[in-house]
């Protein structure tokens, strides 16, 4: 009677701890896409990217390609270097999209390039390639300097704190283009709360890891920001229940 009513066996407990880092490692890898499906339902829904900003895009490509040459500098976690090449994908396919709207809906508009080199029109180029040579020539240079830095210290440091820096002003762009718009219309609420459950979870994530300060010293601030943009949803009177959300 007494084994029937004994705590569980230590053995058991020890065994469980492999099942959980793993089943966490794949919600980091994954969780970070999430809060960008009903954004991209909302595009698709309403044929337009009016409401959403597309800095978030540029914002994250920069912050993951910046984080993945951290990586090498600096080996922390293997699922949030996963996490940076599934974010990359995923804001790529955003961007698509939405250059796909543009050209719908602005069929006269004159044409913008990368190459250009006009600086008033800096991410607002007509074409998805221009995108990809933008994230392919930041790639290059983040190659060269780092094959030449890899060895400085400070320079490893200084690459995680921009990476990690970039990614904890993600939500910003979107606050100020609501505060433009004095409205949250065509931004997905299901996001911004994604984002926020998201933001609390991997800055959990990090401390318990013990990964790299500058992880959840940004992740902090991330929660800041969305606790902002909800804000905003309950000032502007669009509340996450709304068909806009």
């Known amino acids: ?3 029937s009513f004994s705590m569980e066996d230590p053995d058991v407990a020890e065994d469980s701890w492999p099942v959980l880092s793993l089943v966490s490692s794949f919600v980091m890898v994954l969780g970070g896409v999430l809060p960008y499906i009903p954004q991209y339902q909302e595009i698709k829904r309403t044929s337009t990217a009016d409401g959403f900003s597309t800095w978030v895009c540029l914002v994250l490509l920069v912050a993951n390609i910046l984080r993945i040459f951290f ?6 976690e293997f699922p949030l270097l996963l996490q940076s090449i599934a974010m990359i994908i995923t804001m790529l396919t955003i961007q698509h999209l939405c250059c796909s709207m543009q050209t719908v809906n602005n069929v006269s508009t004159k044409q913008h390039f990368f190459t250009d080199f006009e600086l008033q029109y800096f991410w607002k180029w007509s074409r998805f390639e221009d995108y990809l040579h933008f994230c392919l020539s930041l790639a290059i240079l983040c190659t060269l300097t780092t094959y030449v830095f890899l060895e400085s210290y400070a320079f490893v440091e200084g690459i995680g704190l921009l990476a990690l820096s970039a990614e904890a002003m993600l939500g910003v762009p979107q606050l ?10 065509g931004m997905s609420v299901k996001m911004v709360l994604l ?13 318990i890891k013990e990964t790299p300060a500058q992880f959840w010293l940004c992740g902090v601030l991330q929660i800041c920001i969305d606790v902002a943009i909800l804000l905003q949803v309950v000032k502007y009177n669009q509340k996450p229940h709304s068909k806009y959300g």
Not at 71 to 76: I, L, S
Not at 195 to 207: P, R, S
């Open 71 to 76: 990586w090498f500098g600096k080996f922390f």
């Open 176 to 185: 100020l283009q609501n505060f433009q718009n004095s409205s949250t219309r």
């Open 1 to 3: 009677m007494m084994d």
């Open 195 to 207: 984002w926020t459950a998201g933001d609390c979870f991997k800055t959990g994530y990090f401390i």
